[in-house]
């Protein structure tokens, strides 16, 4: 965790330099992970919840140590009264004194004692994994901003150099142009093609800085138009063919804490009915205490009179219920009924997660699928706008038919793009869900 917090500090420090000096602010997937990680404010409140439980949890364990307890009283006495030393009556102004010690410990309460340890050990633990279920649900915004920034800066990429091929066909016909070799209306259907592909690459960073903006807003760190993100190989992302939906399902339960969350909040509910059932039982309790007094009225020194007035006591005390309007059997109806909301909810997240496990396989199956064909598509439509290119600068091609070749090209491209990192997002989740991803 300290090797995090320094990473975080240095990286928005050396974000803030950048950003005056204009430098490159580097940063892997895994490093923006660890920094939201560190500045997310609900991982914060998550492990804050940590703390609050684990000193429940302590003080469960500590109930079962005796209380001792320790008091000291003096006063004045005036007029009439009776003389703590002597017990006989006085009529005179004396000081007194009574020093005290006394202490119990629970033999028996239902064992509620010992349920309240089980109880505040399985909430305590459950706090501890939803620190990780705030993580796990970052990371997952994480990974889905980065994979976004490297998209729009390929898409931004892409749109420059649609742009440039376009330019220097744009420069070879306006000297044909000047020369009035060819028709005006040729010129100017270039010269509108070009406009809008400078649009495109106007549009194609503005998506580019408006995605880093998210990725910076995740991490909670300044943001910073110079972010440079390392890209992540499509290629080299494979799932075995082997791998069903059902065999993630079962790693996803060992792996995420969403469905250990609920169970052991389940757990927790069932040690909450024994709790309040305790409270049919009698308990039984050991007590102790010793006094003094000293009174100012006798002739003798203070540490005389209280060592021989020393006095010391034991006792047992026993409590049975008996009629408490019924808040007792009430407690344990409402302990049930949490224990019920409790199953419904693991039942439900169990539920979810297959749903989400499900959805993913197969999204991750069908981007495979149109990545494949994209591929395909794009390695066509560039073949055909390479062979209309050439006819065109030839004069053996119009202009329609190169404006039409470069749209299906420029177009595919694009497609290309988003189903590369359609399916890398899609294989992250499966990696994610599988436990294979760890930060």
């Known amino acids: 965790m300290v090797g995090a917090q320094a990473f975080s500090q240095a990286s928005i420090e050396g974000i803030g330099v950048s950003g005056a000096g204009q430098n490159l602010v580097t940063m892997t997937l895994a490093e923006c992970v660890n920094i939201a990680f560190y500045n997310n404010q609900d991982v914060l409140q998550a492990q804050l919840q940590v703390e609050r439980g684990k000193l429940a949890l302590s003080q469960s364990k500590i109930n079962l140590l005796p209380t001792l307890n320790a008091g000291y009283t003096t006063g004045i006495n005036l007029g009439r009264s009776i003389d703590p030393f002597t017990n006989a009556y006085v009529n005179q102004q004396y000081n007194y004194a009574s020093p005290i010690l006394s202490g119990g410990v629970t033999l028996f309460k239902g064992f509620a004692l010992f349920n309240a340890i089980r109880r505040n050990s399985f909430v305590y633990e459950a ?23 490297l998209s729009k800066k390929e898409l931004a990429a892409l749109a420059n150099t649609q742009k440039e091929a376009a330019g220097k066909q744009l420069d070879r016909i306006a000297t044909l142009y000047e020369q009035e070799a060819i028709a005006p209306g040729e010129y100017y259907d270039l010269k509108g093609l070009y406009a809008g592909d400078e649009l495109s690459v106007i549009n194609a960073l503005k998506a580019l800085e408006d995605a880093k903006l998210v990725l910076a807003q995740l991490m909670n760190i300044p943001y910073a138009k110079n972010m440079q993100l390392p890209p992540l190989d499509a290629e080299t992302m494979t799932l075995d063919d082997t791998v069903s939906s059902e065999a993630i399902y079962e790693a996803a339960l060992e792996n995420l804490s969403m469905v250990k969350v609920a169970g052991l909040r389940r757990k927790a509910s069932e040690m909450d009915i024994r709790l309040s059932r305790s409270g049919f039982f009698p308990s039984l309790a050991l007590y102790a205490g010793a006094n003094s007094n000293y009174s100012g009225a006798a002739d003798i020194k203070y540490n005389e009179q209280i060592l021989n007035n020393r006095n010391s006591s034991f006792s047992v005390g026993l409590s049975v219920p008996i009629l408490n309007g019924f808040r007792t059997r009430n407690a344990v109806k409402l302990a049930k009924i949490e224990q019920d909301n409790a199953l419904a909810l693991e039942k439900t997240t169990q539920i979810q997660l297959r749903q989400i496990v499900e959805e993913a396989f197969y999204n991750m199956q069908f981007s495979k699928e149109k990545y494949a ?4 598509q794009a390695n066509a439509f560039r073949e055909s706008f390479q062979r209309a290119q050439s006819r065109y600068s030839f004069g053996a091609g ?15 491209a694009i497609n290309l793009v988003n189903a590369r990192y359609d399916y890398v997002f899609s294989m992250r989740i499966l990696d994610f869900l599988q436990g294979k991803m760890k930060f």
């Open 127 to 149: 706090d501890k994994l939803e620190v990780q279920q705030a993580k796990e649900l970052l990371a997952l915004n994480i990974i889905r901003a980065y994979l976004n920034v």
């Open 373 to 376: 064909v994209s591929k395909r």
């Open 398 to 412: 119009t202009i329609v038919d190169f404006i039409v070749s470069k749209s299906a090209y420029d177009k595919s």
